[in-house]
């Protein structure tokens, strides 16, 4: 493995001076033949990268995993996981690779990762690659999520690798380049705990607490802390995931971020007609992970989370369980605060009322029976409230309108009692509710035209369209609007 000597991630890596039994350290397998398909120069710049000299021979060598610039100490990080309830005691990054730390323009330090970069003592059975499809789906799902304000990792690169892998046919190889907060999980604080192995599980805990909660070190119980401000993140994440429509797939605890990002986009997808049974993952049979489960899932991950930490929150087990089950109580309040919240400026019902949430379930209720899309109810909802009389959008998602129309009548009563002007109102609205999101229609579209024809005109577009979500663009209705029976999505893959 050559070394390159050009600083292309001025790295200082916190995570590689943990205790050796924290990762496996080995480079990048090689690829054929890299091929730059996108670099996110904005991204680049706010991690304080050169774009310019990313994208050079060298710049897309080191993105592709065939050459370790300078300061990057490639390692895969041990992990376990509950996937689908089951306690799997050993993951790990299995077809990634963290390369180093950044610093990034705000001071924040973020994680560059490299994702299909190759086989690691953590692949099991897998080859450790992944191929174009899934790295396209993620680049652009992580990036319509950090554009509609969800916190998210990001996607700096994309790289195809001129080489093919082997799935149940022969598809085109890539690697991600993945940027997070951090890539500590759930199933983190598992590995370590399942081995009984308290030391680690303390210096994962206070790597953590200095990385992402500092607030909690000046706590009187800082373990006891952490977990409260894990929970507080993930409540917020979670509501988030609710009032956009976003199914994230497979929220095994080796898919959730201890730093609250969404991260491992897999099988994940936007909803369009609304249901809370909700599911578009092919491997999730019992609905595991349907859309109106997740903050019951997330409850249960962060109670896996709870059982770590049960040795470093008190001696006594009692005492430790005691406390643990307490500070999970703070998700159920803040999930339902931050839902609330947000969906009350959905509806444009900026003076709480107590009746709020009622109103809000009956739309809800009365868009499920109806086949409602869930986007465009909500965005038709701006300009029905700024009293454009013959605006339809809204009640014309439901398949029989007059349903909307008796629920209107009691909204309308509603708003009339908010001192707001209508102006304010809109630009609320149209702030919490997007014109587009990444509907799967559209990305299996995209994919399709990179995988099979080679062209990326199409993944360019669609990348600009859900840069600004939340404005309308005449020229590109298209992508706003529901997919046609014949186009509708009802499986998403992982791809792995
Ligand atoms: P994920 O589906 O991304 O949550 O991955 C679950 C586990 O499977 C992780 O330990 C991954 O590293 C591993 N994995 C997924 N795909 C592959 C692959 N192609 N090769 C090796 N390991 C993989
Ligand atoms: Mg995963």
């Given amino acids: 493995m050559e070394t390159e000597h050009r600083d292309f991630f001025p ?63 490639p390692l895969a990080m041990a992990y376990a996981g509950h996937q689908f309830g089951m306690f799997v005691p050993q993951l790990g990054d299995g077809r990634a690779l963290l390369l180093g730390e950044v610093i990034d323009r705000d001071g924040v330090r973020r994680d560059i990762q490299l994702k299909g970069s190759g086989r690691t003592p953590f692949s099991r059975g897998g080859d450790g690659r992944a191929t174009l499809g899934p790295v396209l789906r993620e680049y652009i799902v992580s990036e319509a999520m950090a554009a509609l304000g969800i916190p998210t990792t990001r996607s700096l690169a994309a790289v195809t690798t001129g080489e093919t892998v082997a799935r149940v046919r022969p598809l085109p190889g890539a690697v991600l380049t993945r940027v997070a907060s951090s890539h500590v999980r759930v199933g983190t604080f598992q590995f370590f705990a399942a081995r009984g192995d308290v030391e680690a599980t303390r210096r994962l805990a206070d790597y953590v607490i200095a990385r992402h909660y500092p ?188 349903v909307f129309d008796e629920w209107a009548v009691r909204w309308r009563e509603r708003l009339a009692r908010e001192a707001t002007e209508p102006a304010e109102r809109r630009a609320v609205m149209r702030s919490a509710n997007p014109a587009f999101i990444p509907r799967n229609h559209l990305v299996e579209e995209v994919i399709d035209a990179a995988q099979d024809k080679g062209n990326f005109a199409p993944f360019e577009t669609l990348l600009a369209v859900l840069a600004k979500p939340y404005e309308d663009f005449p020229e590109f209705a298209r992508y706003a609007a529901a997919p046609r029976p014949d186009q509708v999505v009802h499986q998403t893959f992982c791809g792995t």
């Fill in 215 to 402: 607030n909690a070190a000046g706590a009187e119980n800082p373990y006891l802390a952490l977990l409260g401000l894990v929970c507080v993140r993930q409540a917020e994440l979670i509501a988030k995931w609710m009032l956009i429509g976003f199914i994230h797939g497979v929220m095994n605890t080796d898919n959730v971020s201890i730093a609250g990002e969404t991260i491992d986009y897999g099988p994940c997808a936007f909803m369009d007609a609304y249901h809370p049974d909700t599911v578009f993952s092919s491997i999730d049979h019992g609905g595991r992970y349907a859309y109106g489960n997740q903050p019951r899932v997330a409850q249960w991950n962060l109670a896996r989370l709870a059982e770590t930490l049960l040795p470093l929150i008190a001696e006594d087990k009692a005492t430790a369980i005691e406390s643990a089950q307490e500070a999970l109580t703070i998700f159920a309040a803040r999930f339902d605060a931050a839902y609330i919240d947000g969906i009350r400026r959905k509806l444009g019902l900026l003076r709480p009322e107590p009746g709020d949430i009622s109103l809000a379930d009956d739309l809800l209720k009365r868009m499920a029976a109806n086949g409602a899309d869930f986007t465009l109810t909500f965005r038709g909802l701006c300009e029905t409230a700024s009293g454009v009389p013959a605006h339809e959008t809204a009640r014309l998602q439901f398949a029989d309108p007059t």
């Fill in 11 to 73: 790295c200082d890596n916190s995570y590689a001076r943990l205790p050796a039994r924290f990762y496996a350290k080995l480079p990048p397998v090689r690829v054929a033949a890299p091929r730059l398909v996108r670099l996110n120069e904005d991204l680049a710049r706010q991690l304080g990268l050169d774009p310019a000299a990313l994208s050079t021979t060298d710049g897309v060598a080191a993105l592709s995993g065939n050459r370790v610039p300078q300061r990057c100490e």
